[in-house]
């Protein structure tokens, strides 16, 4: 059984910043991509960001582009987001994800939804103060 875990969470005033990590554990863990989203009281779980394992390419919301960056290491069954420039309405349970080790998408809306990934996180609080 995959389990991943977050942890790197945490209060920080805007502008701040914080790292959040994703490690995996058990069974024979393979995936294609491994993603991260969010969700804010009273809304939807959202995409944050995601990187396909075979070629290394990552893709990001529009809101955190230039400010949050992603990296990983397949091998390690690790993930990192590096979240700067933090705003307020960054404010949400952050929540690691991963896809089957097989899936096969292309396009925009690739790796954007909740329902491509099959293993998830607990999450983790973010909390940007004004």
């Known amino acids: 059984q995959v389990q991943l875990v977050e942890s790197g969470g945490g209060l920080v005033q805007t502008g701040g910043s914080l790292r959040l990590s994703c490690a995996a554990s058990g069974g024979t863990y393979s995936a294609e991509a491994t993603g991260w989203f969010r969700q804010a009281p009273g809304k939807s779980r959202e995409f944050v960001a995601a990187?396909?394992?075979?070629?290394?390419?990552?893709k990001y919301r529009d809101s955190v582009k230039n400010r949050f960056t992603l990296s990983g290491d397949n091998a390690k069954k690790t993930v990192a987001l590096q979240m700067d420039s933090l705003k307020p309405e960054d404010t949400a349970v952050y929540y690691c994800a991963a896809t089957a080790p097989v899936y096969d998408c292309s396009g925009y809306g690739c790796l954007r939804y909740p329902n491509e990934y099959d293993h998830w996180g607990q999450g983790t609080q973010v909390t940007v103060s004004p």
């Open positions: 990187i396909t394992w075979s070629d290394g390419h990552t």
